[in-house]
């Protein structure tokens, strides 16, 4: 091979320098042999490769220890030294090379494992355990008025008593250790594995409780004085939990625990509780008392019978007590399991050990109690930052509320006066015993509740009658039906249901007419008569049994008329106008019917007194809705930890909202609610009153202010499960009580105090909406109201609904002679009742009534007879009647009158 050709040789050393070596090489020698090479000198000087075509192979030629050449090794240059920390590593290829070996993975593990135990010393060494007196130490909340005036001071110092060892009952400790923490007395102060677990939850944004021992939970509460779930004051309770139980005895854990943990009811330790709950010491509870306390640790909210719906809607006394019954049962075979219970003396024990009623402190009487737990409420179901009424109880929260003194105070004079001059239980024990009132104040433009009337006293009367009571609310649930009758429209009865949703006529509340008479066939919105589960129709009723004949929405809504609103109702579809009340403000709960049958639209919904004055609110502001609030803002020790962020949604156009304030105008001006009329102001309300007379509300508003009242009657004794309203015939010394009786009166009293200072405005004057609708149908160019009968029913149900009162108002026209009218496609007459028989297709009878073939004859005698055709009212089922409300004796639990 000519000089020339021969290839240079491969250098001997790796990197950038070998390929810059072996680049300078003149092309015309040969490559030397290999230093390890076992070959002949001939057969290495035979040996020749090619030169490198670039550094870079160069230098992977280098790393791999040097090229091979055509004869066994004698190519492979001499490897390179290797490093302390072979990684990548040494003569490997491929994915080898990123591969740690095993000493390596072992020595990582053994470096991890040390690093944490050498911080955890050093974290352990140098953590302080801080003073248990200044964490646990429970200070006042102050309330103000919405003018920075104190209105109460309360907190959990004066419900605080600790105790040593020997006065908390053996039983009480081992209830806890069955319940809390079975390892309690040998574990170190922390349960590892309930750690990592609780760690691992937080770090996936899961459920964060569990894995604390008695220990970690004494830290909590007594050392911390913290009660926030995050990783970092999960590692300082370790620690701490760990040098605690190092430095004190199990015995003196276990005190400081149980005088530090809250109990409910404002109670902060086992002695503090033992005396609210069961009025004695500590030292002399039962077995069975330790237990039902043992399983409040698990949070008092769910499991004190007396039940907490102000800061949960599912911590009702009934749930409450199941709960807690199944908890003290658990904890007590869990004590018999772990040998802290005899099993004999646990058989002992087989009823649960009901506490005490609950109370509220001394200074927090008349008002201030209800205003109180309701900024309380406010504020902990409110506060991005998650304090809790566990914090709350400890104290150091200044509460700014929304509350005006004067009008707190207005209100509750309206109803003291009332209540002294008619309501006298020792003269009518029979009818005015157990008479509650219940109130709420809002402010329109901005949600606030400026005054709440919750009771006589909340020292003596616990439950807040301006939160929910289970009272019905009647008729003045009409203005939502109405309300999204002229946003959304009834269906096409000609159309299918898909058709006839896509497709709707909005209704005019002036010129759309329904039928008005007593005891009229409700049906669905294709025209077809409405039955229940047992293929049973229902003839809806009015108040009185008064029979109007076609009637205008507005002039039914005047005289509160049911079954216009009740085909109204279904002629929407249900759902619509529940979503309106929801829209409006009222709370998707158990506060509203989720009931699809028509008696839906007159009320037998039970929202709070706060609900329906903030959805009455929406309806002054012009369809803008505003969630109803008590808390402005809140400090901690100076600083600014809330405050509340108003949200404004519109609900309804302002077309909606104000052709309903107008409409609810007339019902103040010359309808039912003419005893709230307010000299020079604009007044729009309605009245309500339930079947059997159960319940009677007013809710009415000026462009200023919505405000609720309600009355009832019920027995307030919380510890009675078989509570129930009863019927309000004869309360006052009236023969029934109405919307527009005392509940007028109150709203009229306390408004004329609330707005003395207050500028007179106006209402919004409402623009034209709607379209005329006959029963449903939309009226045809030629069609008129004039011209428009309906079908009526033609002979008497057999069951008469329970007689009911009509509204007492001086303008309200007789209801015992309503004018003759004609309904399209039936014929003319008058509805049976009140002295008009012939009635329907095919006439009817009255008592002495004419009969007659085209409905226009009429019977003459008073109380004739309901019209023609008709099947007879249903017998109700039990399942299907609402024991507040239902028109007649409602199967469907519908009101009556103002219902």
């Known amino acids: 091979m000519s000089e020339h050709r021969r290839k240079p040789p491969q250098p001997e050393g790796g990197g950038r320098a070998a390929a810059r070596r072996a680049s300078q090489q003149s092309s015309g020698r040969r490559a030397a042999p290999s230093r390890e090479s076992t070959e002949s000198p001939s057969a290495a000087h035979d040996s020749e490769e090619r030169p490198f075509s670039s550094r870079a192979e160069a230098r992977r030629a280098a790393q791999r220890g040097g090229r091979r050449g055509g004869g066994g090794d004698s190519g492979r240059a001499e490897p390179s030294k290797k490093r302390l920390i072979d990684y990548p590593r040494h003569g490997k290829d491929g994915w080898q090379r990123w591969m740690p070996s095993w000493k390596q993975t072992t020595a990582l593990g053994v470096g991890v494992v040390g690093s944490i135990l050498a911080a955890g010393t050093v974290a352990y060494a140098l953590v302080q ?77 899961g459920n964060t409780q569990g894995g604390s021992t008695i220990t970690q939970q004494y830290v909590k509460n ?117 040998g802290h219970l005899d099993a004999a003396k646990r058989a002992e024990f087989t009823k649960f050990p009901m506490p005490k009623k609950l109370k509220q402190n001394d200074d927090l009487g008349g008002q201030i109690g209800y205003l109180v737990d309701l900024a309380r409420a406010n504020f902990v179901n409110s506060n991005k930052a998650g304090h809790t009424v566990e914090d709350l109880a400890k104290g150091g929260f200044e509460i700014h509320t929304t509350f005006d003194k004067k009008k707190v105070q207005a209100l509750e004079k309206a109803v003291v006066k009332i209540q002294k001059e008619h309501i006298d239980p020792e003269k009518r024990p029979k009818t ?55 946003k959304n429209g009834v269906r096409d009865k000609k159309l299918g249901r898909e058709q006839s949703d896509a497709q ?22 294709d025209g077809s008569v409405w039955t229940n589960e047992e293929g049973k129709e229902w003839l809806q009723t009015n108040d009185g049994d008064a029979s109007y004949g076609p009637i205008d929405l507005r002039e039914a809504m005047r005289e509160s008329a049911n079954s216009p609103f009740v085909q109204l109702g279904m002629d929407i579809g249900i759902p619509l106008v529940r979503q309106a009340a929801i829209d409006a403000g009222l709370r998707d709960d158990d506060t509203l019917s989720k009931s699809e049958v028509p008696s839906f639209s007159i009320g037998i919904s039970s929202p709070s007194a706060i609900r329906m ?24 020790r ?20 104000d052709n309903v304030t107008d409409v609810l105008k007339t019902v103040v001006e010359k309808g039912t609610g003419t005893s709230a009329k307010l000299e020079g102001r604009d007044v729009a309300g309605k009245t309500g009153t339930t079947d059997g007379n159960k319940s009677a509300w007013f809710v009415g508003y000026t462009p200023q202010l919505s405000t609720a009242i309600d009355m009832y009657r019920m027995d307030d004794d919380e510890n009675n499960k078989n509570r129930e309203f009863l019927q309000m ?29 207050e500028k007179i405005l106006k209402f919004p004057k409402p623009e034209p909406i709607g379209d005329a609708v006959i029963d449903g149908e939309p009226a045809g160019p030629s069609e008129s109201p004039s011209e428009s009968p309906s079908e009526t029913p033609s002979e008497s149900p ?77 017998t109700p089922s039990e399942d299907e009647t609402s024991s507040d409300a239902g028109g007649g004796t409602g199967i469907f639990g519908g009101s009556r009158g103002e219902s």
Request: proline share 4%; hydrophobic share 30%; with cysteine.
């Open 129 to 205: 355990v801080p003073d248990r007196q200044l964490a646990s130490r429970a200070e006042n909340n102050v309330y103000y008025w919405d003018d920075g005036s104190q209105m109460a001071a309360t907190g959990g110092t004066k419900n605080r008593q600790e105790v040593g060892i020997a006065k908390i009952p053996k039983a009480m400790q081992h209830a806890v250790i069955s319940a809390e923490n079975k390892s309690f007395e040998d574990d170190p102060g922390v349960d590892f594995k309930g750690m990592a677990r609780a760690l691992y939850n937080m770090a996936k944004g």
């Open 222 to 338: 007594a050392r911390l004085g913290d009660q926030s779930q995050t990783l970092d004051r999960k590692f300082k309770e370790l620690f701490i939990a760990m040098k605690v139980n190092a430095e004190m005895e199990k015995p003196q854990i276990m005190e400081g625990y149980l005088n530090s943990s809250y109990f409910g009811r404002g109670a902060w330790g086992i002695q503090a509780a033992a005396r609210t709950y069961y009025g004695k010491d500590a030292v002399d509870l039962s077995p069975s008392e330790c237990a039902f306390l043992a399983s409040l640790l698990k949070g008092a909210t769910f499991y004190d019978p007396a039940g907490n719906v102000a800061y949960n809607s599912n911590a009702t006394a009934e749930k409450n007590t199941e709960r807690a019954t199944k908890r003290w049962r658990w904890i007590l075979d869990e004590m018999v399991k772990d």
């Open 432 to 486: 005015d015993t157990h008479v509650q009132f219940g109130g709420a104040s809002v402010e329109p433009d901005t949600g606030k509740i400026v005054a709440i009337y919750g009771g006589e006293d909340a020292t003596k009367h616990f439950t807040n009658n301006a939160d929910k009571t289970g009272a019905q609310v009647g008729s003045t649930f009409k203005p939502f039906v109405l309300a999204a009758a002229m």
């Open 504 to 525: 709707r006529t909005k209704v005019s509340p002036d010129k759309s007419i329904y039928n008005g008479d007593n005891k009229v066939k409700i049906k669905n919105y």
């Open 613 to 636: 004055a903030g959805s009455y609110a929406t309806f002054a502001a012009s369809g803008k809705q505003r969630d109803v609030y008590s808390v402005t803002e809140v400090f901690k």
């Open 638 to 657: 100076g600083k600014s930890i809330y405050k509340h962020e108003g949200k404004e949604k519109t609900a309804f156009s302002a077309a909606v909202a």
């Open 729 to 757: 015939y004869g309360t006052g010394d009236q023969d029934s009580i109405h919307g527009a009786s005392f509940p007028a009166e109150i709203w009229h009293d306390y408004m004329s105090e609330a707005l003395k200072d």
């Open 798 to 874: 057999s069951e008469t609904p329970t007689d009911t009162s009509s509204e007492p108002t001086a303008s309200e026209p007789p209801k015992s002679s309503p004018t003759n009218t004609c309904l399209p496609l039936v014929g003319c007459g008058n509805g049976g009742g009140n002295g008009n028989g012939g009635n329907g297709n095919n006439g009817g009878n009255g008592n002495n009534g004419g009969s007659g073939d085209t409905g226009t004859d009429q019977g003459t005698d008073s109380g004739g007879g309901s019209g023609g055709g008709e099947s007879a009212s249903p």
